[in-house]
């Protein structure tokens, strides 16, 4: 439970992005709905497409469907595994925003 609200938490901070409308889940298993801009929570598509290639790019799987993606970590993970992840994670979307203005 304490490492599912740790993951929730970290997962959270990607809001200052400004693509993601909703964390949502339970303990270790979460989705994070993505939206082309955060007031309009107008879905976007495109976005969950190019964070597909660019996690695949960072050695990354998750499972995208356009516009969101889930995250599973291991039931055995630790708080360093939580944070490997969320760096990849955070990584994957910067790239595919920049993807996404060329």
């Not at 439970?1 to 938490?9: H, I, P, Q, S, V």
């Not at 497409?49 to 695949?56: C, D, N, S, V």
């Not at 516009?67 to 979307?93: H, M, N, Q, T, Y």
Request: with cysteine.
């Amino acid at each position: 439970r304490e490492l599912g609200d740790y993951l929730a938490g970290r997962l959270e901070g990607l809001k200052r992005h400004g693509v993601v409308r909703e964390v949502r889940g339970r303990g270790l298993l979460r989705g994070v709905e993505l939206v082309r801009d955060a007031r309009t929570m107008e879905p976007f598509p495109d976005l969950g497409r190019a964070l597909k290639r660019t996690a695949l790019q960072n050695g990354l799987i998750i499972r995208v469907d356009p516009s969101w993606f889930a995250v599973a970590p291991a039931l055995i993970a630790e708080r360093s595994d939580i944070d490997e992840l969320c760096g990849l994670i955070e990584k994957s979307l910067t790239d595919a925003l920049e993807l996404l203005k060329k």
